[in-house]
């Protein structure tokens, strides 16, 4: 269920992005929603960039894992000492 969820999203966050709005005008020539967004484009522009972040942020959101080799985070160090789990970049200052 939950692969269902974040599938919708996602396909969502495809179809609100701003820069797609072109193609979705070209799509709904002819009809009133298209008048509509034709009409207010400001508004649509504004609505569909909302929706497309909150979209995003939602697909986005990832339930936290652990590894069985990190005693946390507070060390900055694995248990076998190599790497570090929360610092992104390990800069070695031995060779200058």
Partial sequence: MEMAKKTFWAVLALLSCPCHLVMILALLAGTTIGAYLIQYQRLAIGFFAVLFFASLMIVGKRKP????KTHGCSSGKTEDGHG????PLRINHEDE
């Fill in 65 to 68: 894992t652990r590894s069985d």
């Fill in 84 to 87: 570090a789990c929360c610092v």
